[in-house]
């Protein structure tokens, strides 16, 4: 489902000097001692030395110490691009500020994992990972995914409430729901142009805000992801057109405080209509006979327009 490709450098190496320019441009452009927390996401790993030197991060801590007010820095990286020395050295560089690394886990179904999202790692590989930079006095955010390929609005639902779960029991309080969007160069593209694929109800991320907060209380601090990422969108999170502004400007006012009083009184007849008949469908496949029905339609279907 992800089209960042398209927004890389295509292969070219980016040096330590052109992103450290980067950090530089920004704090031309702001003033970063307005803020506690700052993100330092690179659309990649940012402790694999393939994509960013150390060089750079060093000398971008280095900017942040200036600013006493800045008392977090979150960054992101895959669970095996995240060496001990790499993430000591940066954590050394912060001085003290604490270090908070996002890491895409979207579902701790290894079903979903494996064969939805080709993630390449297992819940046992991030419980490891979980333990080591707990070690190191390091914070862990995991990102979630609402809504894979090839599965029903109501298998999605479950997927994160159980996923939401398998944090909280790790001892993590503070989650990223990231809502799957329609990209280029993508299977779930592939999918959504053979009307096999249709992004999440904003109804569901309601739903899931909803039964989190009653489900976990304090436990689980839940923020939805903007859905405008660094490569065009083709399609996102959406009800029925008429109510799509109203129920997303709720969801920001929600993500200032985890406050879901922000739902209450919200209302469209697509509530009652397609997103129920959405979260109530049924199919008697089983997701791996689906994904091979799925897969083999669309490459019937790119065969036939050649």
Same mark, same amino acid.
Request: glycine share 6%; proline share 4%; aromatic share 10%.
């Given at each position: 489902?992800?089209?960042?490709?398209?927004?890389?450098?295509?292969g070219r190496?980016?040096?330590?000097?052109?992103?450290?320019?980067?950090?530089?441009?920004?704090?031309?452009?702001?003033?970063?001692?307005?803020?506690?927390?700052?993100?330092?996401?690179?659309?990649?790993?940012?402790?694999?030395?393939?994509?960013?030197?150390?060089?750079?991060?060093?000398?971008?801590?280095? &900017?942040?110490?200036?600013?006493?007010?800045?008392?977090?820095?979150v960054?992101?990286s895959?669970?095996? &691009?995240?060496?001990?020395?790499?993430?000591?050295?940066?954590?050394?560089?912060?001085?003290?500020?604490?270090?908070?690394?996002?890491?895409?886990f979207?579902?701790?179904?290894?079903?979903?994992?494996?064969?939805?999202?080709?993630?390449?790692?297992?819940?046992?590989?991030?419980?490891?990972?979980?333990?080591?930079?707990?070690?190191?006095?390091?914070?862990t955010?995991?990102?979630?995914?609402?809504?894979?390929?090839?599965l029903t609005?109501?298998e999605?639902?479950?997927?994160?409430?159980?996923?939401?779960?398998?944090?909280?029991?790790?001892?993590?309080?503070?989650?990223?729901?990231?809502?799957?969007?329609?990209?280029?160069?993508?299977?779930?593209?592939?999918?959504?142009?053979?009307?096999? &694929?249709?992004?999440?109800?904003l109804?569901?991320?309601?739903?899931?805000?909803?039964?989190?907060?009653?489900?976990?209380?304090?436990?689980?601090?839940?923020y939805v992801?903007?859905?405008?990422?660094?490569?065009?969108?083709?399609?996102?999170?959406r009800?029925?057109g008429?109510?799509?502004?109203e129920?997303?400007?709720?969801?920001?006012r929600?993500?200032?405080?985890?406050?879901?009083?922000?739902?209450?009184?919200?209302?469209?007849?697509?509530?009652?209509?397609?997103?129920?008949?959405?979260?109530?469908?049924?199919?008697?496949?089983?997701?791996?006979?689906?994904?091979?029905?799925?897969?083999?339609?669309?490459?019937?279907?790119?065969l036939?327009?050649?």
């Amino acid at each position: 489902m992800c089209g960042f490709y398209c927004a890389t450098s295509r292969g070219r190496e980016v040096s330590a000097g052109e992103y450290v320019a980067q950090f530089e441009y920004v704090m031309d452009a702001i003033d970063l001692g307005d803020y506690p927390i700052i993100s330092i996401y690179n659309d990649g790993n940012i402790f694999n030395e393939r994509e960013m030197p150390v060089d750079a991060i060093e000398k971008i801590c280095s &900017y942040i110490d200036g600013y006493q007010s800045i008392r977090k820095v979150v960054v992101e990286s895959r669970i095996d &691009y995240t060496p001990d020395g790499h993430v000591q050295r940066m954590k050394k560089a912060l001085n003290g500020r604490q270090l908070e690394v996002a890491f895409g886990f979207e579902s701790a179904n290894p079903l979903v994992m494996n064969l939805c999202i080709n993630k390449g790692f297992s819940a046992n590989n991030f419980d490891v990972f979980h333990s080591r930079m707990r070690s190191m006095g390091v914070l862990t955010k995991p990102l979630l995914l609402v809504k894979p390929p090839f599965l029903t609005e109501a298998e999605s639902i479950r997927d994160i409430l159980a996923t939401v779960s398998y944090c909280v029991s790790r001892g993590i309080d503070y989650v990223d729901l990231e809502v799957t969007t329609v990209e280029k160069n993508t299977v779930v593209h592939e999918l959504w142009k053979n009307d096999l &694929y249709r992004p999440p109800w904003l109804w569901s991320l309601v739903d899931i805000l909803q039964r989190c907060r009653a489900q976990f209380g304090d436990h689980a601090h839940v923020y939805v992801s903007p859905w405008t990422y660094s490569v065009e969108s083709l399609d996102g999170a959406r009800n029925c057109g008429v109510c799509d502004a109203e129920i997303t400007a709720a969801i920001e006012r929600y993500n200032c405080r985890f406050d879901t009083a922000e739902f209450e009184g919200l209302d469209c007849s697509c509530r009652d209509g397609g997103w129920k008949e959405a979260v109530t469908a049924k199919t008697p496949l089983t997701i791996p006979e689906r994904i091979r029905e799925q897969l083999a339609f669309v490459r019937q279907a790119r065969l036939s327009s050649l």
